[in-house]
């Protein structure tokens, strides 16, 4: 018997080699029909045999290509027609967009193979792609996801590359990228000034430079690298001179696994996102002595590796034998990341001594990501590139909500029904270039998802820009949510949770209910609501913004707090540096509160152990201290001991003392304890006093189950041996993966308490 069926699917299932893929499989079972991509995903209409059908609904999902995710299958019976082939139909829009459009993706092992063989027709083009490779999401204008339809479109296909395109048993059968050297992109080498260099080899020329010591800025996918030889110590300090980076670790690109593995200790689980398809930057454990300069991660115990993911990485490292090319964003510090040939040569000049550009249009900015393997789990510090706009699927149905998120790594989420769609990093807002960026990814997720919010959700911190931008927006409902409520929510979210839990939520700053900087707070939190039942005693935050800059005046404000006026004689190194002057300005700003607002912060703790302990008293980059702290605690022995802490009750909340910690560390400091010891005791001692507190909660209110989020708990002692210490004494503990435990995931959890909120 003939029976017709129509199947609609949703999900990744555009630019992914989705419908030849479809049409094998009708092909083998001599089924007749059609399929077309549509705004929605894919249509499928199927005809033959029952058992033919039946077997086809059956195998589409279990054998869908790699990068497929089908999130969705409508079937329904048709009449049967007249059919006598099957076929790939035009692609037509003009319904409800539910389609997703895959991430960029690295270069695959079988275009590299092409790469590299004389014999091919893209031997050494540096654009090789497939529908299993390539870019995607920077390409696309709209959808469906079409060639006319990405920056592709200015680029008409050879008669050779169109009869690829045009056969279903081709790799490149609608692959919507596809070029070659005849039809498409080329590269060029710029000087300073933006004009090319007639060389016969632009990337033979660029590895010369880079073997000299000079500085390239290499276009990639989402945007242009700054490249220099990661061997060659003045071409890395040279690169952050210019580059006005100073002290912030460097990204490094090896060619190879092999070359990761020389460089670093990589544990399975990294291995396996080193070699994934969507090529993170992967924080590992570096070796000692090997050939990296010192000056790419200076103080730090991990170096940030990744490997190359498009043609022209391959290329670069084989014509250079490069071990490893620091690769680190094309920007100023703290601007976006430039993605254009002229807005690269105008931006980064006086950066890069040339420019390997080519002529294909990034439509979008879209960073490198960054992962660690913490705890058995490969964690996301960076959620961009390679993940991005991959959805979050919802425990819920929620309403369409833009969420803007804060103000330091910076993301915003679009919701869906119960998809949860975050951007890439988009960074820090605090310039009107950081702010153009969050203006162009609200547009085009906007766009290419056709969502229109009903709710706009914002962190309550009135200086943040998106807050602000949030403001000013009409004709939809605003929805303020709180700094930490919104870190437990998008835990929970994460973890597909509903219902109250503890929350631990601790990071730097976080403005808090009672106008204090929170940022070591346990919450009894849901969506709806929250209440605050424990945090760190308010110690001042001298001069503001100021103390997070310069740590030693958290220092002197945790000594003060401890010992009152009596700090300055403590004999140790620390306090017998102090300007005098400058400190008592500090104290009496202290003590009259100007300036000074009180603060509960876990990560000015970090700060302040940081500065008494003589690791750091200023900082160049966010975190420095506390990433030099861990970094120095993993060199000590692992016996080393906790410090104490005290916990009290404060009215209705549990209260933790840092008082007996820094008389246990001024009195370690006076012994001559080594600062690595110092440092792991205080990381332990950290634990110790967060598991007593999590027991006080449970016992005060009956739960079992405990989210952990905020930036501090990227820290992987911390988060290590609290998830341990939790699981042992019986809780259930829940901890990111998918998205960051920082600022990068908290529109997440902004989206799903706006989600919570009544109406006003």
């Not at 709710?455 to 403001?471: C, E, K, N, R, V």
């Not at 300005?585 to 300036?595: A, D, F, I, P």
């Not at 009180?598 to 506390?626: K, W």
Request: charged fraction near 20%; charge should be negative; proline fraction near 6%.
């Amino acid at each position: 018997m003939q029976i017709r069926r129509e199947i609609r699917v949703t999900g990744i299932v555009q630019g992914v080699g989705f419908r030849p893929y479809v049409f094998r499989l009708a092909i083998e079972r001599g089924l007749t029909g059609n399929i077309c991509n549509t705004s929605a995903g894919v249509t499928i209409e199927i005809q033959g045999p029952a058992d033919m059908v039946e077997e086809f609904s059956a195998q589409l999902p279990a054998g869908a290509p790699p990068l497929a995710r089908i999130l969705g299958l409508r079937i329904q019976d048709l009449p049967c027609n007249g059919d006598e082939e099957f076929r790939i139909a035009g692609s037509h829009a003009g319904e409800a967009v539910r389609t997703l459009i895959s991430p960029d993706v690295a270069v695959c092992d079988d275009c590299l193979a092409e790469l590299f063989d004389p014999a091919n027709r893209r031997h050494l083009y540096p654009f090789i792609n497939c529908t299993n490779c390539g870019p995607r999401f920077t390409i696309v204008r709209d959808i469906p996801y079409d060639r006319p339809r990405t920056s592709m479109a200015v680029f008409p296909m050879c008669g050779d590359c169109r009869a690829e395109y045009e056969t279903p048993r081709d790799r490149r059968f609608h692959a919507q990228p596809s070029a070659c050297w005849k039809c498409g992109p080329q590269l060029e080498l710029w000087d300073t000034q933006g004009k090319s260099l007639k060389c016969p080899d632009p990337v033979k020329e660029a590895a010369a430079r880079l073997h000299r010591g000079e500085v390239v800025a290499v276009k990639g996918l989402g945007g242009f690298h700054l490249a220099a030889d990661a061997t060659i110590a003045t071409a890395v300090e040279l690169l952050r001179r210019r580059k006005h980076r100073f002290g912030k670790p460097l990204a490094v690109m090896v060619p190879d696994l092999e070359a990761a593995e020389f460089f670093c200790e990589i544990e399975p689980q990294a291995k396996d996102a080193l070699a994934s398809h969507r090529r993170p930057i992967v924080l590992l454990p570096r070796k000692p002595g090997v050939a990296i300069a010192e000056g790419v991660a200076p103080g730090q115990h991990d170096l940030g590796l990744f490997l190359p993911y498009t043609p022209l990485h391959h290329l670069l490292f084989a014509a250079g034998q490069f071990p490893a090319l620091v690769m680190t964003s094309g920007n100023l510090s703290e601007e976006p990341i430039a993605i254009d040939n002229c807005e690269a040569a105008a931006r980064l000049t006086g950066i890069a001594d040339a420019f390997l550009v080519h002529n294909r249009e990034i439509l979008l900015r879209c960073d490198d990501s960054v992962v660690k393997p913490i705890a058995g789990c490969v964690r996301q510090f960076r959620r961009s590139r390679g993940f991005v706009p991959e959805p979050l699927e919802l425990h819920k149905e929620v309403p369409p909500i833009l969420a803007v998120g804060g103000e330091l790594k910076n993301t915003i989420c679009l919701t869906r029904g119960r998809e949860a769609f975050l951007s890439q990093h988009i960074g820090d807002l605090e310039n009107s270039e950081g702010l153009d960026f969050f203006h162009e990814a609200v547009e085009h997720l906007q766009r290419i998802l056709e969502i229109r919010p009903e709710i706009i959700a914002y962190d309550l911190h009135i200086g943040y820009l998106s807050t602000q931008w949030a403001l000013a927006q009409s004709g939809v409902r605003l929805a303020g949510v709180q700094h930490h409520h919104a870190h437990i929510a998008s835990c929970m979210a994460e973890n597909g949770i509903d219902g109250k839990v503890i929350g631990l939520a601790l990071d730097g700053t976080g403005y808090g209910s009672d106008g204090a900087v929170w940022g070591g707070e346990a919450l009894v939190t849901g969506y709806d609501g929250f209440e605050r039942a424990g945090h760190f005693g308010y110690v001042p935050l001298p001069g503001g913004a100021a103390a997070i800059r310069e740590p030693w005046r958290m220092g002197v404000s945790y000594l003060a707090h401890t010992f009152g006026a009596d700090f300055l004689g403590l004999g140790i190194p620390f306090t017998n540096k102090l300007d005098r002057q400058k400190t008592e300005t500090l104290l009496q700003m202290m003590k009259r509160r100007v300036n000074s607002p009180l603060t509960s912060s876990c990560g000015r703790l970090f700060d302040g152990v940081a500065a008494v302990i003589g690791l750091r008293e200023t900082v160049e980059y966010e975190a420095q201290a506390a990433m030099e702290l861990e970094s120095a605690a993993l060199a000590a022995p692992k016996d080393a001991g906790a410090y104490p802490f005290s916990l009290t009750r404060e009215g209705n909340a549990w209260q933790i003392g840092v008082r007996p910690l820094f008389e246990a560390i001024a009195e370690d400091l006076r012994k001559h304890i080594r600062v690595e010891t110092i440092s792991l005791r205080f990381h332990q001692g950290l634990v110790e006093i967060l598991s007593r507190l999590a027991e006080r909660l449970r016992e005060d209110f009956s739960l079992q189950r405990i989210c952990l989020s905020g930036g501090t708990f990227q820290n992987q002692i911390l988060l290590t041996n609290l998830l341990q210490n939790l699981e042992a004494n019986g809780f259930q503990v829940f901890t990111h993966t998918q998205v960051p435990a920082g600022d990068g995931g908290l529109s997440l959890g902004q989206a799903l308490v706006a989600s919570s909120m009544a109406p006003a």
